[in-house]
């Protein structure tokens, strides 16, 4: 079982940033890839960033060259660095986490964050 809680959400204007954190709790061992999504009204839920625990990370197009995402030093810490945000970056960001675990593989998600740009 993991549990993961999101903050660091709210309202920035246009080339602002936002650092949004994410907390695992649990059994964090059997974590394998952690990750960050959005979605926004009307729209489905989209990959924004992900990492392993080699730490090989993958981000969306739109992310590229903005976001960065990293791991904090006791590994149960995720982070996603936005930068240069956009009016459409105005999304719920999640946090993700896939375990595999006595080869059982299953996912767990965050409440959500509300991330809103606008002047």
């Known amino acids: 079982q993991v549990q993961l809680v999101e903050s660091g959400g709210g309202l920035v204007q246009p080339g602002g940033s936002l650092r949004l954190s994410c907390v695992a709790s649990?059994?964090?061992?059997?974590?394998?890839?952690m990750g960050w999504y959005r979605q926004a009204p009307g729209k489905q839920r989209e990959l924004v960033a992900s990492i392993t625990n080699r730490d090989d990370t993958t981000y969306a197009d739109f992310a590229k060259g903005r976001f960065t995402i990293s791991r904090g030093n006791d590994k149960n810490m995720v982070y996603l660095q936005m930068n240069n945000l956009k009016p459409e970056d105005t999304a719920v960001y999640y946090c993700?986490?896939?375990?595999?675990?006595?080869?059982?593989?299953?996912?767990?998600w965050g409440q959500g964050t509300q991330v809103t740009v606008s002047s």
């Open positions: 993700n986490g896939r375990t595999v675990l006595a080869g059982v593989r299953d996912e767990y």
């Open positions: 649990g059994s964090i061992f059997s974590i394998n890839v």
